[in-house]
């Protein structure tokens, strides 16, 4: 349950992950025009979502499992440079999600070690 439903994604994170009830995150964001009927996927960087909070929030708590980059957008490369046996639809989305989200996981990191200090 996150933002296209109508929920704070941090506060999804915080209430079940305080109960070790969380197996896999779907990250993604997303524009929501109206709660569970009209929503759009965006780019990780472009929606109405919070990524970093929530990133931090996965850090804080020391989140063990997947985070999955869910639904990347497509860019022009992707159709313009297939590739053969490949079954994304989107490498370069996959890519910058993956690497945006690292860099968050890693932002995040570095800014709780230093509060801790």
């Known amino acids: ?9 941090v506060e999804v994170c915080r209430y079940f ?3 070790d009830q969380i197996n896999h995150v779907h990250f ?4 929501s025009r109206v709660p569970n009927l ?8 472009e929606g109405q979502v919070d990524m ?5 929030e996965l850090v804080r708590q ?3 499992r997947l985070i999955y980059p869910e ?17 994304a639809t989107t ?3 996959f890519a910058y999600t993956v690497g945006y989200a690292r860099a968050m996981m890693q932002a995040a990191i570095s800014t709780q070690s230093q509060g801790e200090n």
């Open 71 to 87: 639904h990347p957008p497509a860019n022009d490369a992707d159709t313009e440079f297939p590739f053969d046996g490949i079954s």
């Open 38 to 45: 009209d929503y759009t996927e965006v780019w990780i960087d």
């Open 62 to 64: 020391k989140y063990p």
């Open 52 to 56: 970093f909070a929530v990133m931090s």
């Open 91 to 93: 490498y370069t989305g």
């Open 1 to 9: 349950m996150t933002k296209e439903l109508g929920h704070d994604p």
């Open 17 to 19: 992950g305080l109960r």
């Open 28 to 31: 993604r964001n997303v524009v």
